[in-house]
T-cell receptor
Framework: GNSVTQMEGPVTLSEEAFLTINCTYT??????LFWYVQYPGEGLQLLLK?????DKGSNKGFEATYRKETTSFHLEKGSVQVSDSAVYFC????????????FGIGTKLQVIP | DAGITQSPRYKITETGRQVTLMCHQT?????MFWYRQDLGHGLRLIYY???????DKGEVPDGYVVSRSKTENFPLTLESATRSQTSVYFC??????????????FGPGTRLTVL
């Protein structure tokens, strides 16, 4: 079956540091890939997505590239802010008519001033 | 306000009691989902619905019941609550698509404690 692997964290960075959160996946076919973010006390919201190999998703300074050859979708940001402190979930959506999404366990990011 | 809402936001109940968590969305999205979020497990799908009167099991359906008589509502019932059902529950919705690219929109969650 489908699966998503990411580190649980927490990841602690100083403000303006470079961020990488690794995500690798196992899936059949050609899944779509997502990063969701969950701020404290809130539900998840979409951060970015990519629907085919070599696509780059980007939003709010975050980027991730769909790498089919390495089955990866690593999240990066060049300069994190305190307001980026949240839990980040990598996810994939299987192809076909069923909207099932498989989530990773989430990586907690703490940015300190 | 438009969007997806859940009620109650917090609930404390006792073992053996029936509990219903409500979910309402204003977008007329076809798909709706219930997840539970637990430390070390991320989000796990409990049930989903492709349309009114169409529901199906997810990864962890035991002990839960759902219904969907109207497109906008998708209540989740714990028939006889157990301590292992203490969790944060999220409802989500998405539009219908033949592909698998649609974003899921999440509610704010319900924190349920079973004593």
């Amino acid at each position: 079956g489908n699966s998503v692997t990411q580190m649980e964290g927490p990841v602690t960075l100083s403000e303006e540091a470079f961020l990488t959160i690794n995500c690798t996946y196992t899936a059949t076919g050609y899944p779509s890939l997502f990063w969701y973010v969950q701020y404290p006390g809130e539900g998840l919201q979409l951060l970015l997505k990519a629907t085919k190999a070599d696509d780059k998703g980007s939003n709010k300074g975050f980027e991730a590239t769909y790498r089919k050859e390495t089955t990866s979708f690593h999240l990066e940001k060049g300069s994190v802010q305190v307001s980026d402190s949240a839990v980040y979930f990598c996810a994939l959506s299987s192809s076909g008519g069923y909207q099932k999404v498989t989530f990773g366990i989430g990586t907690k990011l703490q940015v300190i001033p | 306000d438009a969007g997806i809402t859940q009620s109650p936001r917090y609930k404390i109940t006792e073992t053996g009691r029936q509990v219903t968590l409500m979910c309402h969305q204003t977008w007329s999205h076809s798909y709706m989902f219930w997840y539970r979020q637990d430390l070390g497990h991320g989000l796990r799908l409990i049930y989903y619905s492709a349309a009114a009167d169409i529901t199906d099991k997810g990864e962890v359906p035991d002990g839960y019941v759902v219904s969907r008589s109207k497109t906008e509502n998708f209540p989740l019932t714990l028939e006889s609550a157990t301590r292992s059902q203490t969790s944060v529950y999220f409802c989500a919705s998405s539009e219908f698509s033949r592909g698998a690219t649609d974003t899921q929109y999440f509610g704010p969650g319900t924190r349920l404690t079973v004593l």
